[in-house]
């Protein structure tokens, strides 16, 4: 599996944002797939994650109703939608592909990480 994570940037608060994961080598299309997020100083924390089909989700509570994770099993390409950003979202965003086929929420079950996308936003 190889992961590439694009899509982040500077934004005002309120603004919105896209993040997507690519999977280069197609090898995660009956796997979740994650986002994690971490800010300067803080543990690594889930944001959102997505089953193999796309059939169910999961988010954590600081970003539901504002986030929408989504995936293309054509493209081997989960998306994150972030609108209403605040500044609080600030930090580097990852990707992960689960050994689960479900919506993980608990980061030791992610074996695979993309390099991070910084996201910053500013009040």
């Known amino acids: 599996v190889q992961l590439q994570a694009s899509g982040g940037g500077l934004v005002q608060a309120g603004g919105s944002l896209r993040l997507s994961c690519a999977d280069s080598?197609?090898?995660?299309?009956?796997?979740?797939v994650g986002w994690f997020r971490q800010a300067p100083g803080k543990e690594r924390e889930f944001v959102a994650a997505?089953?193999?089909?796309?059939?169910?989700?999961s988010y954590s509570d600081s970003v539901k109703g504002r986030f929408i994770i989504s995936r293309d099993r054509a493209a081997n390409t989960v998306y994150l939608q972030m609108n209403s950003l605040k500044p609080e979202d600030t930090g580097v965003y990852y990707c992960?592909?689960?050994?689960?086929?479900?919506?993980?929420?608990?980061?030791?079950?992610?074996?695979?990480w993309g390099q991070g996308t910084q996201v910053t936003v500013s009040s």
């Open positions: 997505i089953s193999w089909n796309g059939g169910s989700n």
């Open positions: 992960a592909v689960s050994r689960s086929s479900l919506a993980a929420t608990t980061r030791s079950l992610y074996n695979y």
């Open positions: 080598r197609r090898t995660s299309s009956n796997n979740g």
